[in-house]
């Protein structure tokens, strides 16, 4: 049977909400699942979304089921009701009537909430979600609950925690001449910085989080909240929509080495990762990061496995170590030291982490009972004389920015990333870079040019530092905080890692990993996934290629459509090699000057019903490169 084109792009059969278009003269929004997207003024993006939205206690969204929806197009608005009833794991029902009011110059989003039982949660109502590019660093007025006002600015670096609290409006410019306030009503709103989580947004949102959670909702007792939006015109300016442009890229040879390529190994895979350790070498990845937690049941077989696959793939191991901390350091590390003495395992770096920061402390919360850092740090070298010792968060940034690592006693500072913490739709996944840029800028500025490592990151959550477990997703669907995406195995999952290391690149990161060897996260597919079970995900022969270019000059790749196309190059031996990928469902034809012959090969769809065999050059003469829907190119210029 032949394989649908959604299934090749995303690695499931699930399609998205095809979204509804609300307007009203200059100001539209797009209506999907429920929530408003894509809030502009005459093209230019205002809010990135107002969403009503319902968290589990594990902070897990509760999707909602929409029913009666109308729409109705007047003169001078437009207007959707609907309800929508959202079911706890527990089977809770919490139902909503809601009321979306669309006028030229302003919006509103009206909620009223009821639930048939109590109805425990960890929040429950609007978030209203603020872009990034054009208002990071900018001027913001926040009026208070009390009717206080505060001039201050959108933080340019990322806040660890609340840039401002006991919001009733919030008012920015959002082109010269046109300002946006936007105002809460119903409950005590605040801000945060989502950027910590990639979220390529501000978020403000109902409920302190100094308050208790999760809460309780009372059985048949309604919550009422809403949003207003205000567009005001200051000066006579004359707004013009903007317009798609051409797709123009230049390169800058000022990038620096591209970091050698690493890959996750983890002790619940150790059966199928001894089956495919030959793939490592031929990879090219020179750093196994190895995944060891005592308190999860890893000893000395584990340690032997990493020892096995070191042997085998010849790559360097770090152990990614969880300290238990229970009982005196020196104790509890020395035994780990002497495991790995006796299984043979040599480390070319230790990253240690005490296991309770594998949780995160929300902002208002007591932090756990935890020896400090600098003890752990001191304890790990005491026991691993001259080995090279790592610290930062197995997590995300967002705890790393919260409990910052001493970085005096470390060779090198690490996180991880996941693009899937608060939403998991197409267009939230691939907005992350603009958002991960500012991580690695904020690590830089907190640690200088401390050596710097990013990952295992990955689509699907390998943990859940927000709840006590990630979600499972037997059916392969867009799922938050899931433990297994669907587009990992897909064109989707290609263009993403080639974006990653695109965007992380002039970090000057060391090494990063962006794959385990096997399993959801992995390079091999299994049973019904778009490639043959056993052969190498898309997304293999991206890191391969960022494998071959780890040694090269870096070349940045600077395109005027940060959101459509990213990319990056080295040249080695006299020839410039250029991977460049679409991060949209639809063509995008790229215009490069840069003279010299040229061989193209294209991960596409093409590619995958050609059988995906391994990606071969051909000529190309033109200096335009069509992309298709998340398509990877490599571009070699002889």
Request: glycine share 8%; proline share 7%.
């Amino acid at each position: 049977m032949t394989a649908s084109r959604i299934f090749l792009l995303f690695g499931t059969e699930e399609p998205e909400p095809v979204p509804r278009r609300l307007e009203a003269g200059r100001l539209s929004a797009e209506l999907v699942g429920g929530n408003l997207r894509m809030i502009r003024f005459s093209g230019k993006e205002v809010l990135r979304a107002v969403s009503s939205l319902v968290r589990d206690r594990d902070w897990g969204t509760c999707e909602a089921a929409i029913t009666e929806l109308t729409v109705e197009e007047e003169e001078a608005a437009t207007i959707a009701r609907y309800d929508a009833r959202f079911r706890a794991p527990d089977g809770a029902v919490l139902d909503c009537r809601a009321t979306i009011e669309v006028f030229p110059d302003a919006l509103i989003f009206d909620a009223r909430f009821t639930p048939d039982r109590d109805f425990e949660t960890a929040r429950a109502g609007f978030a209203i979600l603020h872009p990034i590019v054009g208002v990071a660093g900018r001027a913001v007025t926040v009026q208070h609950g009390d009717g206080s006002v505060e001039r201050s600015v959108f933080p340019d670096l990322i806040e660890p925690w609340q840039p401002f609290k006991d919001i009733a409006a919030i008012t920015y410019e959002v082109m010269p001449g046109i300002e946006a306030e936007c105002r809460m009503i119903g409950d005590v709103f605040e801000m945060e910085d989502q950027r910590n989580w990639t979220d390529g947004s501000y978020k403000t949102y109902v409920r302190p989080l100094a308050l208790p959670w999760p809460y309780v909702l009372k059985a048949g007792e309604t919550v009422h909240q809403a949003v207003r939006l205000s567009i005001r015109q200051l000066d006579a300016v004359a707004v013009v929509a903007t317009k798609p442009v051409p797709i123009e890229i230049s390169l800058r040879r000022d990038q620096g080495k591209l970091p050698a390529i690493g890959i996750g190994l983890r002790p619940d895979e150790a059966g199928d990762e001894l089956l495919e350790a030959g793939l490592i070498r031929v990879l090219g990845a020179r750093h196994l990061i190895c995944h060891f937690d005592p308190g999860a049941g890893h000893g000395a077989a584990a340690l032997r496995h990493f020892r096995q696959m070191a042997d085998t793939s010849g790559a360097a191991v770090t152990l990614e170590c969880f300290v238990p901390c229970r009982r005196p350091l020196d104790d509890e590390l020395g035994e780990i030291a002497r495991m790995v003495g006796d299984s043979g395992l040599r480390l070319a770096s230790l990253a240690v982490s005490p296991s309770v920061d594998r949780q995160s402390t929300p902002p208002g919360s007591a932090w756990p009972e935890c020896p400090p850092l600098e003890d752990v740090y001191q304890a790990a070298q005491r026991a691993f004389p001259g080995v090279p010792l790592g610290g930062g968060m197995f997590s995300y940034f967002t705890e790393l920015n919260r409990k910052r690592a001493p970085a005096n006693r470390l060779a090198y500072v690490t996180h991880c990333t996941n693009p899937i913490v608060h939403a998991a739709d197409d267009l939230s996944v691939m907005q992350t870079f603009e958002a991960l840029r500012d991580v690695t800028r904020s690590v830089r500025v907190i640690y200088g040019d401390k050596p710097y490592r990013i990952g295992p990151s990955t689509i699907a959550m390998r943990q859940n530092p927000y709840g006590s477990q990630t979600k499972d997703n037997p059916s392969g669907k867009r799922i938050a905080m899931a433990n297994r995406d669907p587009r990992h195995n897909a064109l989707f999952g290609a263009a993403w890692t080639l974006a990653y290391a695109a965007t992380v690149a002039e970090a000057e990161v060391e090494v990063l990993t962006l794959s385990t060897l096997a399993g959801p996260f992995g390079l091999v597919a299994g049973p019904g996934e778009p490639v043959k079970e056993g052969s190498p995900r898309p997304l293999f022969y991206v890191l391969r290629w960022l494998a071959e270019l780890s040694g090269g000059e870096g070349i940045a790749i600077e395109t005027c459509v940060a959101d459509r196309v990213l990319g990056l190059g080295a040249e080695l031996d006299g020839t410039i090699t250029l991977l460049l990928a679409n991060l949209t469902p639809n063509p995008e034809t790229v215009t490069l000057a840069e003279p010299g012959r040229r061989r193209l090969l294209l991960l596409d769809e093409g590619w995958f019903r050609n059988g995906a065999r391994e990606p071969e050059a051909r000529p190309h003469e033109s200096a335009d490169v069509v992309l298709p829907a998340y398509a990877v190119a490599r571009i070699e210029i002889l």
